[in-house]
């Protein structure tokens, strides 16, 4: 993974406001990228027809990560159109805002579909393209996690207990896929978003005041680590790495 040119990468939720950094700064760094995407069609292939080095052969694929026909069918796909797929950034999630008090209020099926996606949509998307990671030896595989999987401080506890999922879930597919694939956790914190944006300012600013390095993440940090992890961080696989601004320490 060295060099990145060449490379393939799909990453799931890649029309979201983390996936398009994250998208941009791979195909800056020279791969072909597969924007994944479940509802946001226009907007995936509106990115994919932006990114930086169009001669790679970005392009829009939706990724239904809770359909495992589907997500087999996507492997297929990406076979046949590319030959390869050396990266996966699972950047997918859903949540709700509800307050921790409020137990009630965490209904079951808002339940369900966070760990149906955040979880088991995670561990599908492995499931379905391990094959062809591995297939040249060097796959690499980023879960976007979040800090609130260690902090258990979140838009809901359920959505912290999918990270925490997550996070465990990433260290058994490091075991299970090495040697030809690794497996790595990477966990923002708050991220400067156009979500974040319409966020309570006080509390933004109380966030930041708790930050070390007094900034939000922005998606192009995480995109930038998940480029170091695919060509300098080469011996690492099954951990987790905040990309926090050292939110988690406080």
Request: net charge negative; hydrophobic share 45%.
């Amino acid at each position: 993974m060295k060099g990145l040119e060449n490379k393939v990468a799909l990453v799931t939720g890649g029309a979201g406001g983390i996936g398009v950094g994250i998208c941009e700064v791979l195909a800056e760094a020279g791969m072909a990228v597969i924007v994944g995407y479940n509802n946001s069609q226009d907007a995936a292939q509106a990115l994919a027809a932006a990114l930086p080095n169009q001669q790679a052969g970005h392009v829009a694929m939706a990724v239904p990560v809770t359909d495992t026909a589907a997500l087999g069918e996507l492997a297929r796909n990406i076979e046949e159109r590319f030959g390869r797929c050396d990266m996966v950034v699972n950047c997918h999630g859903t949540t709700r805002f509800v307050p921790a008090p409020d137990l009630d209020a965490l209904d079951d099926e808002l339940i369900d579909r966070i760990l149906q996606t955040n979880v088991r949509g995670t561990f599908a998307t492995v499931r379905a393209l391990h094959r062809l990671l591995a297939k040249n030896g060097d796959g690499l595989v980023v879960n976007i996690s979040s800090i609130a999987a260690k902090l258990a401080i979140g838009s809901n506890m359920m959505y912290c207990a999918s990270k925490a999922a997550v996070d465990t879930l990433t260290q058994s597919l490091a075991l299970a896929l090495a040697p030809d694939v690794r497996v790595v956790s990477v966990s923002p914190g708050l991220v400067e978003t156009e979500a974040a944006k319409k966020f309570d300012q006080d509390w933004k600013n109380n966030h930041i005041a708790r930050t070390p390095l007094k900034r939000l993440t922005t998606p192009r940090d995480i995109g930038e680590t998940i480029v170091a992890l695919a060509t300098h961080m080469t011996a690492v696989t099954g951990i987790i790495i905040p990309v926090d601004a050292g939110r988690s320490l406080n």
